[in-house]
């Protein structure tokens, strides 16, 4: 058996039993079923949107938000080991070391660090590439 959620022509809803959705087509087209509070046999199949919505986002993506929240914080981990492993930590002074290199000063490398947005905004301004790092680093200079 199967249920439908059916609409009649004057919007209607009601809900009918049937073996199978042909079934249903069948009955449909033979005029067989009407609308129990109408009696209209123009009816359609109506849209469960909510839940057939609902179903599918459950079904289709197989990750929940825990899941989501636990990749998103592995890519962090990963992305603030990759920085650790490949930049020098500058800590304050990334402002002025971000400058010098964009201008010569010193030897090319990346770096890390702290800025504060005034600083970074500066820096952009006159054209050196800075990212916002969206984690904090763990290694401290001393
Ligand atoms: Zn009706």
Redesign the pocket.
Request: proline share 8%.
């Given at each position: 058996m199967i249920r439908y959620s059916l609409i009649?022509?004057?919007?209607?809803e009601?809900d009918g039993w049937f073996s199978s959705s042909e079934g249903y087509e069948a009955q449909a087209a033979a005029g067989e079923v009407a609308?129990?509070?109408?009696?209209?046999t123009r009816?359609s199949k109506a849209l469960m949107a909510p839940n057939v919505a609902k179903g599918v986002v459950k079904r289709s993506s197989g990750t929940t938000a825990n899941e989501m929240a636990e990749r998103m914080s592995m890519m962090m981990l990963a992305l603030r080991k990759h920085v650790e492993e490949n930049c020098d930590y500058v800590g304050d002074a990334f402002a002025e070391e971000a400058r010098r290199i964009h201008y010569g000063e010193t030897e090319h490398r990346d770096i890390y660090g702290e800025a504060t947005l005034d600083e970074a905004r500066e820096l952009i301004e006159e054209g050196v590439t800075v990212a916002p790092l969206p984690i904090r680093p763990t290694r401290q200079v001393n």
């Open positions: 009649c022509e004057r919007d209607h009601f609308c129990p509070q109408c009696g209209s009816v």
